[in-house]
T-cell receptor, first 109, second 118 residues
Framework: GQNIDQPTEMTATEGAIVQINCTYQ??????LFWYQQHAGEAPTFLSY??LDGLEEKGRFSSFLSRSKGYSYLLLKELQMKDSASYLC??????????WGAGTKLIIKP | GAVVSQHPSRVICKSGTSVKIECRSL??????MFWYRQFPKKSLMLMAT?????????EQGVEKDKFLINHASLTLSTLTVTSAHPEDSSFYIC??????????????FGPGTRLLVL
């Protein structure tokens, strides 16, 4: 079956760095997405990786290793507004998005 | 960036009534739109994939006669929850795929509709 695993919850300190991991097993691969979702709101697009390596976008970076079925989202210089759930999603061979359950990130002052 | 709107943002209705939710892509054409529902503290659950001008494809376990989807144009898809019951109370989110966007398969989400059935 298809499976996306990510930690349920993480806690970090304002100003610090946090890495949210995602491992996947899917039928085919057409890219991996990271979305941010604040409580009560819809997800917003953060990043898309389809090739191995690191994609940097401001304070956020996303890494992909297709051979390992692994990705991480790196958040630097954490701000209180970064408190949210972070969803990892993989597009399979049918171009369907398979969603992880999300990682709730709690930022403490 | 691509913008998707959803209306209404919040609706309360009586059991047995029908509710229509609209999803619009405001600045791009979306040949494919997706409808999700999300329960509290749970991940997104895909309900159906809606293609412009054709019948929607429903995920296993989703009743197509209860959740009617119409995708009449490249910028509008509607989800109608027919004969709503309290267990249909949920957060309904649509997304649209921007085929012209930088990441071709990226989905952009509407703000969601919170449905409460009394």
């Amino acid at each position: 079956g298809q499976n996306i695993d990510q930690p349920t919850e993480m806690t970090a300190t304002e100003g610090a760095i946090v890495q949210i991991n995602c491992t996947y097993q899917t039928s085919g691969f057409n890219g991996l997405f990271w979305y941010q979702q604040h409580a009560g709101e819809a997800p917003t697009f953060l990043s898309y990786n389809v090739l191995d390596g690191l994609e940097e976008k401001g304070r956020f970076s996303s890494f992909l290793s297709r051979s390992k079925g692994y990705s991480y989202l790196l958040l630097k210089e954490l701000q209180m507004k970064d408190s949210a759930s972070y969803l990892c999603a993989v597009m399979d061979s049918n171009y369907q998005l398979i969603w992880g359950a999300g990682t709730k990130l709690i930022i403490k002052p | 960036g691509a913008v998707v709107s959803q209306h209404p943002s919040r609706v309360i209705c009586k059991s047995g009534t029908s509710v229509k939710i609209e999803c619009r892509s405001l600045d791009f054409q979306a040949t494919t739109m997706f409808w999700y529902r999300q329960f509290p503290k749970k991940s997104l659950m895909l309900m159906a994939t809606s293609n412009e001008g054709s019948k929607a494809t429903y995920e296993q376990g989703v009743e197509k006669d209860k959740f009617l989807i119409n995708h009449a144009s490249l910028t509008l898809s509607t989800l109608t929850v027919t004969s709503a019951h309290p267990e249909d109370s949920s957060f309904y989110i649509c997304s649209a795929r921007d085929r012209e966007g930088p990441a071709q398969e990226t989905q952009y989400f509407g703000p969601g509709t919170r449905l409460l059935v009394l």
